[in-house]
């Protein structure tokens, strides 16, 4: 159950993360709008932002798979008598 546990636990951060930046990308969006015209033009930092954002989330997605991979080759290895 406990392995349950931390891959659920994942999936949440997952799921907050994607959100949390959703909404830094929608804001961003119509924050550009009200932008004065003389405003130092900020997209490409944003993009990069952005990039920064699908990074981590992929480093999330890797974290989760390791662990899986972990629990079934380590973990049954060694607790196999285990239940």
């Known amino acids: 159950r406990e392995h349950l546990t931390i891959l659920n636990t ?3 951060l997952y799921k907050l993360c994607d959100k949390h930046w959703k909404t830094e990308n929608e ?4 924050g550009k709008k009200m932008m004065p015209y003389d405003h130092f033009n900020v997209s490409s930092q944003i993009k990069t932002h952005e990039g920064e954002h699908q990074k981590l989330l992929q480093s999330i997605s890797t974290m ?4 899986i991979t972990h629990i079934n080759t380590k973990d049954k290895e060694h607790f196999h008598w285990s239940k």
Do not use: E, S
């Open 27 to 30: 804001l961003f969006r119509k």
């Open 64 to 67: 989760k798979k390791n662990l």
């Open 10 to 12: 994942i999936d949440t």
